[in-house]
């Protein structure tokens, strides 16, 4: 059974870091893409970052240039690194697995969600 479990939200003054982190089990998890997402209340799921078993990265328009994506298949832990935080990046984020070793910016791509962890921005 997968399960992915995020921590590291919380509240941050704009400008300022917050490191998420995802832990992953019940599946070979380096064989598969990994992904971000968020959502604000009233919204629709926006892809923020994804990165595939090779590594290869891509990022949402909004968040390019400051946010970045990693994964550590030796520990299941999968990590998002948020700089220069802006009000606007305040949303529930949610991990996702991908159904293959890629992924598209859309959530058909991904199979299994973490229960989220909320990021609020403000001063």
């Known amino acids: 059974q997968v399960q992915l479990v995020e921590s590291g939200g919380g509240l941050v003054q704009p400008g300022g870091s917050l490191r998420l982190s995802c832990a992953a089990s019940?599946?070979?998890?380096?064989?598969?893409?990994m992904g971000w997402f968020r959502q604000t209340p009233g919204k629709e799921r926006e892809f923020v970052a994804g990165?595939?078993?090779?590594?290869?990265?891509n990022y949402g328009d909004s968040v390019k240039g400051r946010f970045t994506i990693s994964r550590d298949d030796a520990k299941n832990i999968y990590y998002l690194q948020m700089n220069s935080l802006k009000t606007e990046d305040t949303a529930v984020y949610y991990c996702?697995?991908?159904?293959?070793?890629?992924?598209?910016?859309?959530?058909?791509?991904?199979?299994?969600w973490g229960q989220g962890t909320q990021v609020t921005v403000s001063s």
């Open positions: 996702a697995k991908g159904r293959w070793s890629w992924f598209t910016n859309t959530a058909s791509t991904f199979d299994h």
């Open positions: 019940g599946a070979t998890f380096s064989a598969f893409a």
């Open positions: 990165i595939s078993n090779s590594k290869n990265t």
